[in-house]
């Protein structure tokens, strides 16, 4: 499948300098005010480079950043901006929201179907409808916290693929192509933005207030470069506090193996919870140690010091935690619980298949077959779809004549299938490849 597009390894196969007439090209696509802002006088160039998945991506790139990106193989304009230039301009795209335990299986498949999206639903009831015509960045919305992080994805219509096939992708989809993962050249270690729920429901009034000055392109470039290493700040803080909670909680656990070298601690079990094998860079955060940001964290916490550390003879170790404190105790793991035993496992052979994940109507048709089809996480092979539709077709008494049959109403609607389709009879396997 055409997705997850910057898969490592990456190979760059040649570059040259943009010309005057695609320069001007980019420029329609922004806005002289907006490309001045972001580009000015940066030399640009265009990459031509070899993932893993894809054999030609043609890459728009400006201080080793990639600013635009399109497909190498397709004689066409369309060129995507990328996650990079979207933290300056987040309302580029469309936003699509999906909540966190989705995006962990989008992450996998790569697919975002109208099933998938908040867009409609509360407290997203005033965003624009899911639309699987139009490019989207993804956001990801974590309703334990009630925060939304992002944009952690692009997602392009699936039918603009060069090899689309709706055997090979749902209809009315999107494709993830680029998106904060391990695997991802240019965006294993970008750091995202994160808003509360209301500030983020608000972020597009506040995005019309701002408004572009006209400046010089040396100056336009220095504001930009500011705005990123804010964002960069400000989201490794996050990182670091996200992480050195979830080691606590749920790698330390307690005071057994108390004291205990605050440097082992960090390097042992807080950058074991760092997403995809992501590093924490203490430097690139405000405190530049350790033990300022526990400092910090204490200085937070209405019960007390939650973490206690010692200094003896310049070793620092961390003498004591208060696990009962609201900060630990309260804590949800934004990143996922960490695996204890991942570094002592063995890695079994595997073998790739292709699997689908339910969508609401699809549990909506099947769930009184199958009281399976209820879970939203469970994922289908082909025979799998198989045996639930000859199970449906059981249950309603629909005949099969000449190894064929006619669908009946339910299953028009959920297929939302062609008028032939409809009133012709059909093979089994042509109805579970249009499930």
Same mark, same amino acid.
């Given at each position: 499948?055409?997705?997850?597009?910057?898969?490592?390894?990456?190979?760059?196969?040649?570059?040259?300098?943009?010309?005057? +007439?695609?320069?001007?090209? =980019?420029?329609?696509?922004?806005?002289?005010?907006?490309?001045?802002?972001?580009? $000015?006088?940066?030399?640009?160039?265009?990459?031509?480079?070899?993932?893993?998945?894809?054999?030609?991506?043609?890459?728009?790139?400006?201080?080793?950043?990639?600013?635009? =990106?399109?497909?190498?193989?397709?004689?066409?304009?369309?060129?995507?901006?990328?996650? #990079?230039?979207?933290?300056?301009?987040?309302?580029?795209?469309?936003?699509?929201?999906?909540?966190?335990? &989705?995006?962990?299986?989008?992450?996998?498949?790569?697919?975002?179907?109208?099933?998938?999206?908040?867009?409609?639903?509360?407290?997203?009831?005033?965003?624009?409808?899911?639309?699987?015509?139009?490019?989207?960045?993804?956001?990801?919305?974590?309703?334990?916290?009630?925060?939304?992080?992002?944009?952690?994805?692009?997602?392009?219509?699936?039918?603009?693929?060069?090899?689309?096939?709706? &055997?090979?992708?749902?209809? &009315?989809?999107? $494709?993830?192509?680029?998106?904060?993962?391990?695997?991802?050249?240019?965006?294993?270690?970008?750091?995202?933005?994160?808003?509360?729920?209301?500030?983020?429901?608000?972020?597009?009034?506040?995005?019309? +207030?701002?408004?572009?000055?006209?400046?010089?392109?040396?100056?336009?470039?220095?504001?930009?470069?500011?705005?990123?290493?804010?964002?960069?700040?400000?989201?490794?803080?996050?990182?670091?506090?996200?992480?050195?909670?979830?080691?606590?909680?749920?790698?330390?656990?307690?005071?057994?193996?108390?004291?205990?070298?605050? $440097?082992?601690?960090?390097?042992?079990?807080?950058?074991?919870?760092?997403?995809?094998?992501?590093?924490?860079?203490?430097?690139?955060?405000?405190?530049?140690?350790?033990?300022?940001?526990?400092?910090?964290?204490?200085?937070?916490?209405?019960?007390?010091?939650?973490?206690?550390?010692?200094?003896?003879?310049?070793?620092?170790?961390? @003498?004591?935690?208060?696990? &009962?404190?609201?900060?630990?105790?309260?804590?949800?793991?934004?990143?996922?619980?960490?695996?204890?035993?991942?570094?002592?496992?063995?890695?079994? $052979?595997?073998?790739?298949?292709?699997?689908?994940?339910?969508?609401?109507?699809?549990?909506?048709?099947?769930?009184?077959? @199958?009281?399976?089809? +209820?879970?939203?996480?469970?994922?289908?092979?082909?025979?799998?779809?198989?045996?639930?539709?000859?199970?449906?077709?059981?249950?309603?008494?629909?005949?099969?004549?000449?190894?064929?049959?006619?669908?009946?109403?339910?299953? +028009?609607?959920?297929?939302?299938?062609?008028? #032939?389709?409809?009133?012709?009879?059909?093979?089994?396997?042509?109805?579970?490849?249009?499930?």
């Amino acid at each position: 499948m055409d997705l997850f597009w910057f898969t490592q390894p990456c190979i760059i196969k040649g570059t040259r300098v943009a010309k005057n +007439k695609e320069i001007s090209d =980019f420029k329609k696509l922004l806005g002289d005010e907006i490309w001045n802002k972001i580009v $000015g006088n940066s030399k640009l160039e265009i990459v031509k480079m070899k993932s893993a998945v894809k054999k030609d991506i043609d890459i728009l790139i400006c201080d080793s950043k990639p600013i635009f =990106f399109r497909d190498g193989k397709m004689n066409n304009k369309n060129w995507f901006l990328s996650l #990079h230039a979207g933290l300056i301009l987040p309302k580029y795209y469309y936003p699509i929201i999906v909540n966190s335990t &989705r995006w962990k299986l989008i992450e996998k498949n790569g697919i975002i179907t109208k099933e998938d999206v908040f867009n409609g639903e509360k407290p997203f009831e005033n965003y624009p409808p899911f639309d699987h015509t139009k490019t989207a960045f993804v956001y990801c919305w974590n309703k334990e916290s009630n925060e939304i992080f992002g944009a952690v994805g692009i997602a392009v219509p699936t039918q603009e693929f060069h090899n689309f096939n709706d &055997r090979i992708y749902p209809l &009315r989809s999107l $494709g993830v192509v680029m998106m904060t993962r391990g695997k991802d050249h240019f965006c294993n270690s970008l750091l995202i933005q994160r808003y509360k729920i209301d500030e983020f429901l608000d972020m597009d009034k506040e995005l019309d +207030k701002v408004q572009i000055d006209d400046v010089s392109n040396e100056s336009s470039n220095n504001e930009t470069e500011n705005k990123l290493e804010n964002i960069t700040i400000k989201d490794e803080n996050e990182k670091l506090h996200i992480c050195f909670l979830t080691a606590l909680k749920y790698l330390l656990k307690d005071s057994t193996l108390l004291p205990m070298d605050l $440097g082992y601690f960090f390097q042992q079990y807080v950058q074991k919870c760092v997403p995809d094998n992501e590093r924490i860079d203490l430097k690139k955060t405000s405190y530049s140690k350790l033990s300022k940001y526990i400092e910090n964290l204490n200085e937070k916490s209405e019960e007390g010091k939650v973490v206690n550390i010692i200094n003896v003879k310049d070793k620092i170790s961390i @003498n004591s935690v208060n696990f &009962r404190n609201k900060l630990i105790s309260d804590f949800e793991p934004i990143y996922g619980i960490p695996n204890e035993d991942k570094d002592k496992e063995i890695k079994a $052979g595997f073998s790739i298949s292709t699997c689908f994940l339910s969508t609401k109507s699809f549990r909506k048709l099947f769930s009184d077959i @199958n009281d399976n089809v +209820k879970n939203e996480n469970k994922a289908y092979n082909l025979n799998e779809f198989k045996d639930l539709l000859l199970a449906y077709l059981k249950a309603n008494n629909i005949q099969i004549e000449n190894e064929k049959i006619v669908i009946d109403e339910n299953l +028009k609607q959920f297929l939302e299938a062609k008028p #032939h389709i409809q009133t012709t009879p059909q093979t089994v396997k042509s109805i579970v490849t249009l499930i």
